[in-house]
DNA sequence: ACAGTCTCTGTAATCGTTTACGGTAAACGA
DNA sequence: TCGTTTACCGTAAACGATTACAGAGACTGT
């Protein structure tokens, strides 16, 4: 008794036949009833399992979806992850995820890594995105979509929240219910998110007249919760809002925390909003107010287009955009006292 | 130039060297500058990647390890995946995550599928634990270690949390608090730590003379926050508890969001606690008493259990446990009335 | 009885790498 | 000058599976 794993050679000799029966039974071609016993008893004998890596190297696929996600942590990505297995599992696919964290390093080794290799297809949705991630998209022979926003003429699919919208929807329904001095406590500004939302947000406020002054903009040097605990406390005491706009759920559960600390009422004294619409916003208390940005359509559109293109690899590269929806909820009821 | 990606060949005959050659530079092993120079930039002319494929069924190592959950959605599981890659990225792995619903067969499909390929080591924490399940556990040649208990005799490393004492600790503290109505809102019994959740709770209540009528004891049929709004309803109708235990975070979330609903303030009505200690535990309002069952720990040592067998795989199974530890937070402080 | 079909099986090539092995030539020492 | 060491390099054999191809019987129909 040898002491690795028993292959199809190993099978082959235990059960006197070759090892293309071997391999003709064990994929349910056509064979004789008792070549079919003979193998299979052979093979349980020994307790064969093929090997996932000869098979892939022969055949050309792993069966294997990848999806990358910047962080687990954050329930987005939970939403995300869900619809994207939903989706794919129906099609005898296996879903890896794979966590990088904020570093572009992280995304780039697995665009060169794991992209060749260990999967057929690839969902991607990265922080930040640096030339070199972009060169490497417009390299990559695998079949990839990105969610987030790329340039135009990077050639994979695309789909995309509409992050602007969605910040204006916020603000103006703050503005409908009475408030003037609106933080924005916002993500690094330095990632893909970040900066569509800091510049949404200035416009917004420019045409509502509204003000920006520094001291009502603050930046979380990640989308969590901790990050947002540790920029928010600035942005309450200097800036004095009236209400604050969250980069995110985790940024606006953020600041619900530390305003409670600091003894001011949500929504009475300040109203809080938050983008996402995850789960954590109906567990929050008081119940957070949020635009969704789709994330749920944006994982299943995201499979779609994988799925597709797994089809049909040469088809034209898509791309597609999901609106965002505002949903109230008791963090920016309009304040009782007044 | 041919569509396929480039081999290994394609480079040696466009660098005009053989493929040993290309494969050693690419490796870094002892050759000329000017074969190195030549190789490179035949290399990257054609954009060469290797085929991880290929390579890990050559050299028998993937530099990949799987990290198999029942929920991504749970942060318990955050907390033990951040451990987990912490540990394992040092030593040059990639941290694969795969979600494997509440249903066995997935875990089983795993064990089998994915088990003999595509990573070097796993870890999974199952939920439900079928006798197929331990049988195949048996059988595994992949080095692996569990999360949560199983039967002694199974021959992988294990590291399990004390829930029994981690639901004593919960107990004790309410009733020390005064608290004489304890319900519990467990998840489903026929999983690992449901069960051994609901014996504990059973004990502990008799040995302090606590009531345990069915009124006080509802069982959620998934450890989520809807399954739990399904069933506490009932808990706090007809059980009139004065403190809920909560099967896990999420569980406890659902309470008090039940609570609240129904009007019951916590902690002045009801108290409750959670068990994990999760993130959520501090975002929530009140903040949430919950018992640690170590998850950052449980993954830490579970990494460090794989990686020690990755080293030695001959050595015995070991088998560690994590002690619980209580966290107050506001839910369950004292009544101020009374 | 024989050509033609059909069904099953085995031999060997192949997927894209790594690496043991052997060969060649330069460098070295005496 | 002539072995011997050293440093490189190429040829070919793996890794463990799938599958094209061809051969071998067993049928069929005439």
Redesign the interface.
């Known amino acids: 008794m040898s002491s690795s ?1 028993p292959t199809v050679q190993r099978v082959a000799a235990h059960a006197g036949v070759s090892v293309a029966s071997v391999s003709r039974v064990l994929n349910g071609l056509a064979t004789s009833p008792e070549m079919v016993d003979k193998v299979q008893s052979a093979a349980d004998e020994l ?1 064969y ?6 098979r ?2 022969k055949v050309r696929r ?1 069966e ?1 979806l990848a999806f990358s996600v910047a962080d ?2 954050n ?1 987005v990505y ?1 939403d995300m ?2 619809a994207v ?1 939903a989706e794919t599992r129906a099609e005898g696919y ?6 990088t964290g904020p570093d572009p390093a992280e995304v780039l080794s697995l665009l ?7 999967a057929d297809g690839l969902i991607l949705s990265p922080i930040r995105v640096t030339d070199e991630i972009i060169e490497a998209l417009h ?1 990559i ?1 695998l079949p990839t979509v990105v969610i987030g926003r790329i340039p135009p003429d990077v050639p994979v699919d695309n789909v995309r929240a509409n992050s602007a919208g969605g910040v204006r929807m916020a603000v103006e329904h703050l503005y409908e219910t009475g408030r003037r001095r609106i933080g924005f406590l916002n993500g690094p500004t330095d990632t893909v998110p970040g900066v569509a939302r800091a510049r949404a947000f200035g416009r917004v406020c420019d045409r509502l007249g509204l003000p920006t002054d520094d001291a009502l903009l603050a930046e979380a040097d990640d989308f969590t ?1 901790d990050a947002g605990l540790d920029a928010v406390g600035d942005l309450i005491a200097r800036g004095e809002p009236d209400a604050v706009l969250g980069g995110n759920d985790l940024l606006a ?1 953020a600041t ?2 530390a305003l ?1 600390e600091r003894g001011h009422a949500v929504p009475d004294d300040v109203a809080v909003v938050g983008m996402d619409d995850t ?2 916003a ?5 119940t957070l107010t949020s635009v969704s940005l789709g994330s749920t359509r944006r994982g299943q559109l995201a499979a779609q287009l994988l799925l597709e293109r797994l089809r049909d690899p040469d088809r034209e590269p898509q791309r597609v955009a999901v609106q965002p929806r505002l949903r109230v909820r008791d963090s920016s009821r309009a304040r009782s006292r007044s």
């Open positions: 794993r307790g399992s093929p090997n996932a890596m000869a892939s190297l792993t294997q687990v942590g329930p939970v992850m869900r297995e296996r879903l890896l995820l794979s966590s060169r890594g794991l992209a060749h290799g260990y390299a022979s919760i559960v619900m925390q409670r789960e954590l109906t567990v929050t208390a008081p």
